[in-house]
């Protein structure tokens, strides 16, 4: 007599199976055994053979067997036939416009074989995380923001009434921080609304105070435009990753929920000191030594992120923030994988689009991850090496109005030298042109290399 099949019918159903090392299950709508190990996903989008999970001594991997909608793995579509290596807690969804959201789970049983359970879910965050506020008012008063171009000085006071202007040309304040409306309410339960800081190609940001604590932290609300599910998913899965670094040069995640009934949201630390990108505009590029002051910290940073699993990939100078430079400087980078796989998804010229400024260019994105390879130490070296020469020079590797030129000289084009006039010393130009290398094997092949190279040239 032939087993019943295991189904997954409805959210929070799930199964359990184990898998040696060779053997594969598949999933899929049909009923009609194809395999010793299947499991019936009950979606009427979801083909009848649709992706297969097979075991290795290192883990799980999945295949999408040519599905008419497609698998993504984390927000990632999968190309069809090619297997791709699937991480714990992993969330894949089966079909574009699917409801078949699943979370694969698996441990090594001692035996060489691999336990699995396969969870139906949601991308939806618990309910404990929805905001508890008047969803209006909370509404109301982010558009009042929105609408706001006032922008204050925080020396001379004086105000401005354009959004694109940045320092302030009486002192050379950063204009980042819109001080009205104020007294925002109270939302997701316990933060206080208090002021617009900027718009990224992801999200808008606020600073808010804990009510409780009296802490100021920042708020990143995400624009519209990423709550399909998938990348709905791969923010929550990003967070979760990004809130298990604790590193003294990693900046700390705090909660991540549902800000109204419509706009996802996290919050971090808020950081009084301009990042190093505005820095970089006010003060000017940045000496050697003080190149090394920062960067020392970053590799230290990103090895240990590394070391767990978790890769930045668009570490531009505006996610590292830097206080007390001239002496013993503390660094701060924020968030890790957030863009990963995200931006190829919604698209970097729609970002663009919708926030009328230049933070949504990839400015630090290497080749290999336009090209859709797995991210390594090594990709994460090459955006090191675009910070490092943006740091140097006062400007990007590669900038260019339109997005699709700066991705395509990412791709096939050769970084410019550094300028002679900036008279930076030769060890170092070659330690940022190596870094830049549009070949992975050309580059540093661990952080801990690079770091070694800085320290050296550094005296």
């Known amino acids: 007599m ?6 997954l019918n409805d959210q929070n159903s799930e199964v359990r199976f184990d898998l040696k090392k060779g053997e594969s299950v598949l999933l899929g709508r049909s009923p009609i055994r194809k395999a010793d190990n299947q499991v019936v996903i009950q979606d009427i989008t979801v083909s009848n053979q649709h992706v297969e999970i097979f075991a290795h001594p290192e883990g799980i991997s999945a295949k999408d067997l040519k599905s008419t909608n497609g698998t ?11 297997s791709c290596p699937v991480r714990n807690g992993s969330l ?66 004086k105000t401005y009434d354009e959004k694109k202007v940045l320092i302030c040309p009486i002192d050379g304040g950063y ?21 617009w ?40 899965q990003s967070c979760k990753q990004w809130a298990h670094l604790q590193h003294a040069s990693i900046a700390s995640i705090v909660e991540w929920g549902w800000l109204t009934k419509s706009e996802l949201f996290l919050v971090t ?36 992120a590394h070391s767990r699993g978790v890769f930045h990939s668009n570490l531009k100078l505006s996610k590292i923030y830097v206080s007390n430079l001239k002496a013993h400087p503390v660094v701060k ?51 090191v090496g675009c910070a490092m020469y943006h740091a140097l020079t006062g400007v990007p590797v590669f900038e260019s109005k339109r997005t699709m030129e700066t991705i395509a000289a990412h791709i096939y084009k050769a970084p410019p030298p550094i300028p002679e006039k900036l008279a930076i010393p030769q ?6 042109e190596r870094c830049l290398k549009k070949q992975p094997e050309d580059r540093y092949q661990s952080i801990d290399e690079l770091k070694a190279a800085l320290e050296a040239a550094a005296g």
Not at 270 to 290: A, R
Request: proline share 5%; charged share 25%.
């Open 2 to 7: 032939t087993a019943e099949i295991p189904t």
């Open 72 to 82: 993504a793995i984390d927000g990632e579509w999968l190309r069809a036939g090619i």
């Open 92 to 157: 894949l969804l089966l079909g574009k416009k699917g409801t078949a959201f699943l979370q694969i789970f698996f441990e090594s049983n001692g035996d060489g074989a691999q336990s699995v359970t396969v969870l139906r879910t949601s991308p939806k965050i618990d309910e404990e995380t929805e905001s508890i506020g008047d969803d209006s008012d909370v509404a109301q008063w982010l558009e009042k923001c929105r609408d706001n171009d006032k922008a204050i000085c925080p020396i001379c006071k």
């Open 175 to 195: 204009l980042g921080r819109r001080e009205e409306p104020t007294d925002g309410p109270v939302a997701a339960k316990h933060y206080k609304l208090c002021n």
């Open 197 to 236: 800081v900027g718009t990224g190609s992801l999200t808008e940001v606020y600073k808010v105070e804990h009510v409780r604590l009296g802490r100021p932290y920042a708020l990143k609300v995400f624009h519209s435009g990423v709550h399909r599910e998938t990348e709905t998913a791969h923010i929550i």
């Open 269 to 304: 630390e808020f950081f009084q000191t301009p990042s190093l990108e505005q820095m970089v505009k006010t003060d000017g590029p940045l000496s050697v030594k003080e190149l090394v002051k920062v960067f020392v910290p970053v590799c230290n940073a990103l090895k240990y």
């Open 333 to 383: 980078i924020t968030d890790f994988g957030l863009t990963d796989k995200l931006v190829r998804n919604l698209g970097w010229i729609k970002a663009t689009l919708r926030t009328r400024d230049k933070t949504g260019n990839p400015l630090t994105t290497s080749p290999e991850y336009w090209q859709g390879e797995e991210r390594t130490a090594v990709s994460d070296i090459y955006v």
């Open 427 to 432: 060890e170092v130009k070659e330690i940022v």
